[in-house]
C-alpha cells in the first residue's frame, strides 16, 4: 500500500529519542507536545521493560498552539526540577511542537538565564520526521552537540549502539572489559530500564552515561558505531571525527561469529585481547552451531525490525544454514537492499530459493504477504508479528522492542555468542517442535491410512469434469470467493464470472464455515458428492484466505472428498505449494490465449501486486503466471484442466496453439468452450461460435492434448441435486438436449416445488424436472431475470436471453399460465409450452408421456 | 494518615500548591458535600497520568468498534500506539462479517504532508482501504498536526460516503483539544450520536432491551454482564462500545432502557438520546456482588415486570451461591487491608463496593480526567464553570425525534421510581460514597502517588501501567485497573472472584518478604567454627 499503512512496523521519532535519553545519567526527558504522546510512549516502554517510565510533557492545549508553548515549556522544566531534581533534562519536539514551529533552542537559552544548575538537551524529534530508530541516533547526536567537550585524549574508546536491550547492553559492558577495553558507552540503558527492586527505591534513575563521561567522548581514540545506517546527518561517530578528530569504525551489531570476529578484531586492533573465557564462548557457539544445522536449515525466516537488527539477523541465520527468505523495515532505508545483497546471495543460492525479498517502508500487511509467498516457517522481530504468527501458525521469536505480549523484554539477547545461541536455540527450537508435533500424525497418514489419502488417480476416476466414467459422481461448487483480479471482455462483472458459473445469476456469497454447513447438509442427502470445488464467482486465488479456509473446514470434517478449484491462474505461482499443501488436486485454469497481442483484447485489465496493467503488459503478466503455474501445477502432481473459451475473430483461430502450450507444460485436458455473449459486456455483440465449430475445434486440439467432450453426462449428475454453483463449462458446451430415448427434461414454473402453481412470466426460477416416463426427477432450479411489465421497461430483452439461456436443454416449460408472445417465442426456441395446475411430480410425468406422443407422431 | 494532604501539598512550590489544592481533598467525618477542582489544565512537568483527545475518542469510544475501519489521519506514532493496548475484547456476530479490531490503519503522514497538505493522501488511503477491506463504515481520527495543517476530515468523509456509498466520519480529535481524553470522548459521542445511532430498524427482540453505555469489555467485563442479563431475559442490544458494532449502534434508539456503567465516558449519549428518544438510563454498576445485584433488581423495578423480577431474583440467588464459599475464602484472607485506586473516570468508585465486599478499605481515590459530576454527583453540573477548553469542545443540543420519541413514564412515575432508590436519569458521584479521612485526587500524577502511598501505606494499589512499577518497586501490590494485567474479566458475579484472587495473589505474593535479604542484617546461621587443629 503506498498511502495506508496496515498495521505499522515502526513507531515515531520522539519514541526513539526518549529510550536514548534513558541511557544518560541523572536525566529526566520531556516531551514537548500534546500530553498524550508522553502517556502512550510510556505505556508502551513500561509494558515492554517492566519498568517505570517517567516522561514529563509540557501538556500543550489549544491555547498553545496559537500563542507557542514557551510558557508551558518553562514552567515543566521548573516543575520537573522542583520535583525530581535531575541533572539533565532531555526536550524532545512532537508533531504538534514542530508543527507550530517551536524554536526549542531560543526556549532553553531563556531557561539558562534563570537557571544554570541543570543541563538541558533539546532534541528535534517531529513524528513525521522518522522512525524510533531515527529518533534514538539525532538524541544520542544532540547530546553531543550540546555537551561542553573535554578534549583531554584519554585514550578510551566510545561506544554507540542503536536500539538494543537492557540485557545485550550489560553483555556489551562486561565483553569490553573482558577484551580489556576502556570505553565509554553512550547510551547505557541497562540499569535504568532492567532495574533491581530493593529496599529504596528512587524515582531518579542514578544510572546510566554520565555528563562527565560524555564530554570525554571528545577525547577518546576510537568510536565503535554498531551501525550501518546512519549517515553523515545523524551520526554521532561522523559528529565526534568531523568536530574533535575522533576516528571512528562502523560495525553491523555483533550478532554470530562472522559479526562477533569483526568486533574482536578491531577491539584486538585497539589495543585489547580476548579473553579465555571469550574464546571458551566463541567455542561453544561454534560447537552449538554444529549440533542444532539440520534444525537450522529447515527455517525459512522472515526478519523485521529496526535496519542493523534485520541486518544482523539476517547474516545470523545465513552463518546458521537458515534460509532469510524476507528481510523488512518499516524505516526508510533503501540502503537495507544493497547491504542484503551480496551476504545473502550464496545462501539463497544453497537452498536453491528464487528470491529473498528485502522490503523497506514496509508495514505488516506486506510482511504478511511476503510471509504466505515466500513459506516463511519462522518469524524474528517485535511482538507486533503475533498477529501474522497467530494467523499463519508460524513461531515468532520476540527479541526486539516492542514485546507486549510477553514479559522480560528487558532480557532478550541477540548480542555475542551467547546472545546469538539464544536465537539459534530458539530458532532450532520451533523447528524441533513442528516435527515433534506433526510428523506422527504425518507418518500415520502416509503408510497407515492409505484408505483416507486418496491416490490422484482414484480421485481423477471419480472427479466429474477429469475422469470420463465419473458420471455417477457429483460435485459442488462452493461459492466462496467473491473478488477477482482480471477483468474479461465477456465477463460482466455485476454477475458472476462468465466462466466459472452461470452469468445473470449473482449467488449469494457464503464464508467458509456456511460453505462447510452447506457441503455437510448436501453430502448427506447425497452420498455420491465426491468432488468441492471452489469456482469463483470471482476467482478461487484472489480469495486464498477464504478458499485455503473452505477446505481447510471440509477435509476436516471429511478426508476423502476430492478438492478441485477453478481459477484464471495470475496467482497460482504463488499459491501452487499451498495449494498442494491443502490437497487440491484438481485445477482448472481458464487460459484464452498464448500470445499476449491477442490476451490484449480479451482482457481489459489485470491487478497484480497492487497495481493495475492494461493491453498487453496486463496480459503478459497473466500469461506468464499462467504458464508458470500450471508447470508448477503439473510439476506437483495436481491435475490440471485447461479452459479456453473460444471468442469469433480474437481467438478462434489461436485455440490450437493453446492447447498445444497446455500440453507442453504437463495440463491433463482443455476444455474448449462456446462464448455466449453477455448482454453489457465488452463482447456482448461478439458473433458466436458454433456447436459444430467448437466441435471441429476439439478433434483438431485432440492431438495435441486430451479433450473434454463428456460434459453432457456430468451435467446431468453432477448438477443433479446442486441449484446455482453449476460452473459453465456443464451448462454451456451441452446445448444439445438429452436424447428421446434417454430422459426429457422440463422447466417448471412453481412456487413452491410441491405444485406446478405460477405464470410463467412471474417466475424468477424454474425449477427443472427430469423425466423417463417412469419416474420424474428433480434436478436443480435455476435463477432467471424477473419479467417486467413496466412501460419503460428495457429488461425485456434481457429476461428473454435469460429464459431462453436458463432452459434451452428442456423441452417443455410447465406453467399455469403462459401469454400467447412467450409461448410463440419459446417455440421457435424448440420449447412448448405447457399449461397445467397438477402436482408437479404428475405433471411431469405427463408432460414425458405426452412428449413422446407428439415425437412419434411427427416422426 | 490524617494530615496526609497537608505533608504532599507542602512539598510544592507556591504556584504549584495553589493549583494542586483545590484537586486534593482529605475528606472530613460526615462530608458529603465536599467539593474539588476537576477536569481543567494539567500542569506541565509533573508527570500527570492524563492522555490526550485523540487517545479518548479513538482510543477509547471508537475504537472498539469492531466492524469500522478507524484510520488515524496523522504521523505513525498515534496510530501504532492505540493499536490493541486497551484489552477491548470482540468477537465477530451476526451483525459483523468483518472484525478490524486485530488492525491498525493509519495514513503515515510524512514531512511533505505536513508541508502541503495530507488530504489527498488520506483520500488515497481510504480508496486503498476500500479496494482491500471494503467495509461498511470508515472513521477517520486526526492526531495533532491535522487541525493545525487545515486538513478537513469532515469534508474528506462527506466526499467517501458519495464517492463509495458507505459511512464515513471524520473526527477532529487533535491531540491538544481540551484538557485529557475526556473532550475526545465527548466529541465520538458527539459523532455517533449524530450519524449513527438512529440510522437503523433493526427492532429489539424482547420487551426487556437494553444498551449498556459505557462498558468497553475490557477483558471479557461485558460479556460477564451479557451472560448475566441472558439468563435474566433481559437482551443486550448493544455494549457502548465495547465488542460493539456500527451496525448495532445504528439501532440502539430502539432500546427500552440505557444502563450506564462508565458515566465519565459517555453520559452525553445518555443524556441526548433521553432527549431525543425518551430513553431513560440507570447509573449502573457491575463491579461487586451487591454492586450487581442492585444493579439488576433497579432494572427489574424499572420495568415492573412480575415475571422478570422472579427471574432476576432466580439468578441472583443462584449466582451469589455459587460464588459464595470463593469469595468468603478471599475475604479472610483480605479483611482489614487497604487500597487506592487511581483510575480514568468511573472504575475508582465503581471499585470501592467490590473491595469493600472483600473486608478491604479503600483510602485514596483519583481519577485522570473525570469532571466535578463524577466526584460530587449530577445535581453539580449547573454550578460548573465552562472555561475556554472546556468551550473548545463542541456540545450538541438533540430535539425531540418525531418518530421514535416515546416517554415510558411520567415524571411523576420518574421520582417515585428515583426516590426508591434508582439513580434513574442521574448520578450520585464518588465522594459522597467515601470513608472519612480518605484522599480524593483529581489529575493524579507520579508524584502524588508515590508522596501518598509513602504516607498512607496501602496494602495495594490499583492503578495503570505508567505507575504500576514505580508503586511496586517502592514495596506495595499492584494492579492495573486499566487493562487487570491480562487478567478478567472483573464485572459481575464470576468476575468479582477473578478481581478477589488476583488482590490476594498480589498481597501474598513471596517476593514481598524476599526484598530485604536476609543475611544483610544478621547471620542466618549460628554456631562456632571448630578449631583446626
Redesign the interface.
Known amino acids: 500500500?503506498?498511502?495506508?499503512?496496515?498495521?505499522?512496523c515502526?513507531?515515531?521519532m520522539?519514541?526513539g529519542a526518549i529510550s536514548a535519553l534513558w541511557g544518560v545519567k541523572g536525566c529526566m526527558p520531556?516531551l514537548h507536545?500534546?500530553?498524550?504522546?508522553a502517556?502512550?510512549?510510556?505505556?508502551?516502554m513500561?509494558?515492554h521493560y517492566?519498568?517505570?517510565?517517567?516522561?514529563?510533557?509540557?501538556?500543550?492545549?489549544?491555547?498553545?498552539?496559537v500563542f507557542g508553548g514557551e510558557a508551558?515549556?518553562l514552567?515543566?522544566?521548573?516543575?520537573?526540577i522542583?520535583?525530581y531534581n535531575p541533572e539533565v533534562i532531555g526536550v524532545c519536539t512532537?508533531?504538534?511542537a514542530?508543527?507550530?514551529g517551536e524554536d526549542v533552542g531560543a526556549i532553553v537559552k531563556k531557561f539558562y538565564e534563570q537557571n544554570s544548575t541543570v543541563k538541558v538537551i533539546n532534541v528535534a524529534s517531529?513524528?513525521?520526521?522518522g522512525?524510533q530508530n531515527e529518533g534514538w541516533f539525532v538524541a544520542i547526536r544532540s547530546i553531543l552537540e550540546q555537551m561542553e567537550p573535554n578534549k583531554q585524549p584519554n585514550g578510551k574508546i566510545n561506544i554507540i549502539t542503536p536500539m538494543i536491550s537492557p540485557a545485550d547492553t550489560r553483555w556489551l559492558k562486561s565483553f569490553l572489559k573482558e577484551m580489556g577495553i576502556d570505553y565509554i558507552l553512550l547510551p547505557d540503558i541497562s540499569d535504568n530500564l532492567d532495574?533491581a527492586?530493593?529496599?529504596h527505591?528512587e524515582?531518579l534513575k542514578t544510572d546510566g552515561t554520565s555528563i562527565t563521561d560524555i564530554a570525554a567522548m571528545a577525547g577518546a581514540k576510537l568510536t565503535i558505531e554498531f551501525s550501518e545506517f546512519t549517515d553523515e546527518k545523524n551520526s554521532p561517530a561522523e559528529y565526534l571525527k568531523e568536530t574533535y578528530g575522533v576516528p571512528y569504525v562502523k560495525l553491523s551489531l555483533p550478532s554470530g561469529a562472522s559479526g562477533m570476529d569483526k568486533l574482536i578484531s578491531v577491539l584486538t586492533e585497539a589495543g585489547g585481547a580476548p579473553s579465555d573465557e571469550i574464546k571458551k564462548a566463541r567455542g561453544r557457539y561454534i560447537d552449538a552451531m554444529i549440533d542444532s544445522h539440520k534444525h537450522s536449515a529447515q527455517a525459512r525466516v522472515a526478519v523485521f525490525g529496526d535496519p542493523d537488527f534485520v541486518v544482523a539477523m539476517v547474516w545470523l541465520c545465513c552463518e546458521n544454514g537458515a534460509l532469510p527468505v524476507l528481510a523488512a523495515t518499516?524505516s526508510i532505508s533503501p540502503k537495507l537492499k544493497e547491504m542484503l545483497a551480496n551476504e545473502t546471495e550464496d545462501c539463497r543460492k544453497f537452498h536453491f530459493a528464487e528470491e529473498i525479498r528485502v522490503l523497506d517502508d514496509s508495514d505488516f500487511?506486506a510482511i504478511e504477504k511476503g510471509c504466505v509467498e515466500l513459506g516463511a516457517n519462522l518469524l524474528i522481530g517485535s511482538s507486533d508479528g503475533r498477529?501474522i504468527s497467530r494467523k499463519l501458525n508460524i513461531p515468532l521469536i520476540r527479541c526486539a522492542f516492542p514485546i507486549?505480549d510477553y514479559i522480560g523484554g528487558q532480557r532478550t539477547r541477540i548480542l555475542g555468542f551467547d546472545g546469538s545461541l539464544c536465537i539459534l536455540d530458539q530458532a532450532a527450537n520451533a523447528m524441533m517442535e513442528k516435527t515433534e508435533g506433526s510428523f506422527r500424525e504425518e507418518l500415520h497418514e502416509k503408510f497407515y491410512k492409505p484408505q483416507t489419502a486418496k491416490k490422484a488417480a482414484d480421485k481423477t476416476a471419480t472427479h466429474p469434469c477429469f475422469g470420463e466414467q465419473a458420471c455417477q459422481n457429483a460435485r459442488v461448487h462452493l461459492p466462496v470467493a467473491p473478488k477477482c483480479n482480471i477483468q474479461c471482455n465477456y465477463c460482466l462483472r455485476n454477475y458472476d464470472c462468465m466462466n466459472e458459473s452461470r452469468p445473470g445469476v449473482t449467488s449469494k456469497i457464503l464464508?467458509p464455515a456456511e460453505a462447510l454447513e452447506r457441503y455437510i447438509k448436501l453430502k448427506a442427502n447425497m452420498p455420491s458428492l465426491t468432488v468441492v470445488g471452489i469456482a469463483g464467482p470471482g476467482d478461487a486465488l484472489a480469495n486464498f484466505d477464504k478458499s485455503a479456509e473452505t477446505f481447510r473446514l471440509i477435509r476436516e470434517y471429511d478426508q476423502g472428498v476430492t478438492f478441485c478449484i477453478a481459477t484464471n491462474g495470475l496467482l497460482l505461482p504463488q499459491y501452487a505449494q499451498e495449494l498442494k499443501e491443502l490437497d487440491v488436486s484438481h485445477v482448472t485454469v481458464t487460459m484464452n490465449a498464448v500470445d499476449p497481442s491477442i490476451g490484449a483484447k480479451i482482457y481489459k485489465y489485470v491487478q497484480y501486486m497492487g497495481k493495475t496493467y492494461t493491453g498487453i503488459e496486463g496480459a503478459a503478466i497473466l500469461l506468464a503466471n499462467q504458464l508458470a503455474g500450471i508447470k508448477m501445477l503439473s510439476e506437483a502432481g495436481i491435475m490440471c484442466k485447461v479452459n479456453c473459451v473460444t471468442l469469433k475473430g480474437i481467438n478462434d483461430h489461436h485455440i490450437y496453439e493453446v492447447t498445444q502450450m497446455a500440453a507442453n507444460l504437463g495440463a491433463f485436458m482443455t476444455n474448449i468452450m462456446q462464448h455466449l455473449p453477455v448482454k453489457g459486456s465488452a463482447f456482448e455483440g461478439l458473433e458466436r461460435v458454433t456447436n459444430k465449430e467448437i466441435a471441429v475445434l476439439r478433434e483438431q486440439c485432440g492431438a495435441n492434448i486430451k479433450q473434454m467432450t463428456h460434459c453432457r453426462q456430468c451435467r446431468s449428475d453432477a448438477a443433479g441435486t446442486l441449484d446455482r454453483d453449476v460452473s459453465i463449462e456443464f451448462r454451456e458446451s451441452v446445448p444439445e438436449k438429452p436424447g428421446p430415448e434417454k430422459f426429457r427434461r422440463f422447466a417448471v414454473a412453481t412456487q413452491t416445488g410441491a405444485v406446478v402453481d405460477m405464470h410463467f412470466g412471474q417466475a424468477d426460477e424454474f425449477y427443472i424436472y427430469e423425466s423417463d416416463e417412469k419416474n420424474a426427477r428433480f434436478v436443480e432450479t435455476r435463477k432467471v431475470i424477473k419479467y417486467c411489465n413496466g412501460p419503460q421497461c428495457e429488461n425485456k430483452e434481457e429476461r428473454w436471453n435469460s429464459v431462453i439461456h436458463a432452459i434451452s436443454d428442456c423441452e417443455a416449460v410447465l406453467a399455469v399460465r403462459i401469454g400467447p408472445t412467450p409461448e410463440k417465442r419459446l417455440k421457435e426456441n424448440g420449447i412448448s409450452a405447457i399449461t397445467t395446475y397438477e402436482r408437479v411430480e404428475t405433471a411431469v410425468l405427463q408432460a414425458a408421456k405426452e412428449k413422446r406422443r407428439n415425437t412419434h407422431g411427427t416422426a | 494518615m490524617a494530615n496526609s494532604r497537608e505533608t504532599l501539598l507542602e512539598k510544592y512550590s507556591a504556584k504549584v500548591y495553589k493549583n494542586r489544592k483545590d484537586h486534593l481533598l482529605q475528606l472530613a467525618e460526615g462530608d458529603k458535600n465536599a467539593a474539588i477542582a476537576a477536569n481543567t489544565r494539567a500542569i506541565p512537568g509533573v508527570m500527570t497520568a492524563r492522555g490526550c483527545c485523540y487517545a479518548g475518542c479513538k482510543g477509547v469510544v471508537v475504537g472498539p468498534l469492531k466492524d469500522v475501519l478507524v484510520i488515524t489521519h496523522g504521523p505513525i506514532g498515534c496510530g501504532f500506539y492505540s493499536w490493541g493496548t486497551r484489552r477491548n475484547k470482540a468477537k465477530t456476530d451476526e451483525n459483523t462479517d468483518k472484525n478490524f479490531i486485530p488492525y491498525c490503519f493509519s495514513s503515515d503522514m510524512q514531512e511533505s504532508n505536513i508541508v502541503f497538505g495530507g488530504e489527498k493522501k488520506l483520500e488515497q488511503a481510504i480508496e486503498e482501504a476500500m479496494e482491500l477491506f471494503s467495509p461498511k463504515c470508515i472513521m477517520i481520527c486526526s492526531t495533532c498536526p491535522i487541525g493545525l495543517i487545515g486538513d478537513d476530515v469532515q469534508a474528506v468523509a462527506r466526499r467517501t460516503e458519495a464517492k463509495y456509498g458507505i459511512a464515513a466520519i471524520g473526527y477532529s480529535c487533535e491531540g491538544y483539544k481540551g484538557v485529557s481524553q475526556s473532550g475526545g470522548h465527548h466529541i465520538a459521542n458527539n459523532g455517533l450520536m449524530r450519524y449513527v445511532i438512529g440510522t437503523g430498524d433493526k427492532k429489539p427482540k424482547t420487551k426487556f432491551s437494553v444498551n449498556v453505555l459505557g462498558e468497553y469489555n475490557i477483558g471479557g467485563d461485558g460479556w460477564e454482564e451479557e451472560r448475566i442479563f441472558k439468563r435474566c431475559g433481559i437482551e443486550v442490544l448493544n455494549l457502548f462500545t465495547g465488542d460493539a458494532s456500527y451496525e448495532g449502534l445504528k439501532s440502539a434508539h430502539l432500546a427500552h432502557l440505557n444502563l450506564v456503567m462508565c458515566h465519565r465516558s459517555i453520559n452525553y449519549i445518555a443524556e441526548m438520546m433521553k432527549t431525543k428518544y425518551g430513553i431513560d438510563w440507570i447509573k449502573v454498576n457491575f463491579i461487586g456482588v451487591e454492586a450487581t445485584c442492585k444493579s439488576l433488581r433497579d432494572i427489574a423495578k424499572y420495568f415492573n415486570d412480575a415475571e422478570l423480577t422472579k427471574r432476576v431474583e432466580e439468578v441472583i440467588a443462584d449466582e451469589v451461591a455459587t460464588i459464595k464459599s470463593d469469595m468468603e475464602h478471599y475475604k479472610s484472607k483480605l479483611n482489614g487491608k487497604t487500597a487506592g485506586i487511581f483510575s480514568g473516570g468511573s472504575r475508582s468508585h465503581h471499585y470501592q463496593v467490590l473491595l469493600q465486599e472483600l473486608g478491604m478499605k479503600t483510602i485514596i481515590a483519583g481519577y485522570e480526567f473525570a469532571h466535578r459530576d463524577d466526584y460530587e454527583g449530577r445535581d453539580i453540573i449547573p454550578q460548573i464553570k465552562e472555561d475556554a477548553d472546556n468551550k473548545n469542545i463542541e456540545s450538541i443540543v438533540v430535539a425531540k425525534d418525531d418518530k421514535f420519541y416515546k416517554e415510558t413514564y411520567t415524571e411523576e412515575q420518574i421520582a417515585n421510581l428515583k426516590s426508591a432508590g434508582i439513580e434513574l436519569d442521574t448520578y450520585g458521584g464518588m465522594i459522597p460514597e467515601m470513608i472519612a479521612e480518605s484522599v480524593v485526587v483529581d489529575d493524579y500524577n507520579h508524584f502524588e502517588t508515590d508522596e501518598l502511598i509513602k504516607s498512607m501505606k496501602p496494602d495495594i494499589f490499583l492503578s495503570g501501567i505508567k505507575d504500576k512499577y514505580s508503586i511496586q518497586k517502592a514495596g506495595t501490590a499492584s494492579r492495573q485497573i486499566h487493562s487487570y494485567d491480562y487478567s478478567g474479566p472483573y464485572s459481575g458475579f464470576r468476575g468479582a472472584v477473578t478481581f478477589a484472587r488476583d488482590v490476594a495473589m498480589a498481597i501474598f505474593t513471596n517476593a514481598w518478604p524476599l526484598v530485604t535479604p536476609p543475611w544483610k542484617n544478621k547471620p542466618m546461621l549460628t554456631g562456632k567454627l571448630k578449631e583446626v587443629g
Open positions: 500500500m503506498l498511502n495506508l499503512n496496515v498495521n505499522p515502526k513507531m515515531c520522539p519514541m520531556m507536545g500534546s500530553q498524550g504522546c502517556t502512550y510512549i510510556r505505556r508502551h513500561s509494558t517492566s519498568e517505570p517510565i517517567d516522561i514529563a510533557s509540557s501538556s500543550l492545549t489549544e491555547e498553545g498552539t508551558n515549556l514552567k515543566g522544566l521548573k516543575n520537573m522542583e520535583l512532537t508533531c504538534l514542530e508543527t507550530i517531529p513524528g513525521y520526521g522512525t532495574g527492586t530493593e529496599k527505591y524515582r518499516g500487511s498477529r507486549h464464508s
